[in-house]
Nanobody, 125 residues
Framework: QVQLVKSGGGLVKSGGPLRLSCAAS????????MGWFRQAPVKERDFVAA????????NYYEPVKGRFTISRDNAKNTVYLQMNSLKPEDTAVYYC??????????????????WGQGTQVTVSS
């Protein structure tokens, strides 16, 4: 089992950067693919980005391509989401999640077995 603890949310002005981190407990972090999702008020939870267990493959939601970067450091049991050029429409609660299928960068939330607590990201215009 994996427990995920997030950090790094907050308030940022439009166009600014923000980095989210998600630290995992346990020795098996490197065997999980990881993903980031977000949920805005009165909207469904949407896929943002995913990365395979080795970090060799990534996948992004089209509107964030070129602005967001997912990465991981298996030695630190941590996955990151670097967000640049933030827009007000990026405002949401962001979640990290772990997928037992280490080779897949799935965009489906149902493929993720473990979830961290959400962290609020607010982008002001």
């Amino acid at each position: 089992q994996v427990q995920l603890v997030k950090s790094g949310g907050g308030l940022v002005k439009s166009g600014g950067p923000l980095r989210l981190s998600c630290a995992a407990s346990g020795r098996t972090f490197s065997s999980y693919a990881m993903g980031w999702f977000r949920q805005a008020p009165v909207k469904e939870r949407d896929f943002v980005a995913a990365i395979t267990s080795s970090g060799s493959m990534t996948n992004y939601y089209e509107p964030v391509k070129g602005r967001f970067t997912i990465s991981r450091d298996n030695a630190k049991n941590t996955v990151y989401l670097q967000m640049n050029s933030l827009k007000p429409e990026d405002t949401a609660v962001y979640y990290c999640a772990a997928n037992r299928n280490r080779y897949v960068t799935s965009s489906y939330s149902t493929n993720y077995a473990y979830w961290g607590q959400g962290t609020q990201v607010t982008v002001s215009s």
